[in-house]
């Protein structure tokens, strides 16, 4: 049995929910020093080859609690991608704009995330990513999205040195002002899932988790969105957790009041001559 430490079922829901995991790594706070001191030093940004530069990274992504959220989202067979960026914002920089780095692919399924190792403490004055909770059922162009400034119910992450947050790759978000004298850093990295679910990949309790989908996948807010929004939510929700279960892919059912609409249309159509 691997020793990961895998999501629970609440767990996998909040994911589908918000679209965002914040895992804390056991790596002790010297390793995330030292990873945040050699990046300080650091004055040519390595893109893809970050990895050879800090092999070291490895382990971010080997902690069992990194491991266990990914195998958990992405299942058993859970691949690092080939890109991967060191964001680093200095001090002073002005915010980012809102935007996806998912190719806004037309599917609910968990499929690719972003996982942002943080080697530092991350304040609100040092530029912490912002992300919006469950944004990554809407695809917006970037050039739309960058006339945003703050959006209700956005989520700065301010977290503590060593932290992963994982979130889906159609996630909404930005790096923020960085108002401190020091850099902040965050490495990227992006994993995929190797092969369509088949069984659940996590600690799964069926009878448990069927209580449970029924209450938050129906009722729970990501954020206080109109009426509208939410009743979509609840489709593309049960539509991720049904794909993550390993379930045939759900025939998505015509919304009754468009089936009233035709049905109406249809007896006050004039007749024809
Ligand atoms: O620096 C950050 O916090 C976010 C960076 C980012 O999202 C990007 O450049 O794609
Ligand atoms: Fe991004």
Redesign the pocket.
Known sequence: MPEWTLLNDEQVMDFIIRGYHVVATSLPAEFHNAIDAKLTAMNENPGNEILDVLPELHQVYADPNVRGALVSLLGPDVQMHEHR?W?M?PAGRSS?GW?Q?GLNERHHHVRVVLA?YYPQDVTAEM???VIVPGTHFRNCPTERMATYANIRGQVALTVKAGTVAITHYDLW????RNRSTRP?H?L?FLFSRGADPEAPSWNHDPGAAFELAARKLTFERSVSNGQSDYYKEQELRREMWEHMLGKAPRRRLTPSHSTKNIASAKRTAPQAS
């Open positions: 960026h964001h914002i980012q935007h780095d942002m530029g912490p990513t978000h930005a790096g923020t902040r965050m990227k």
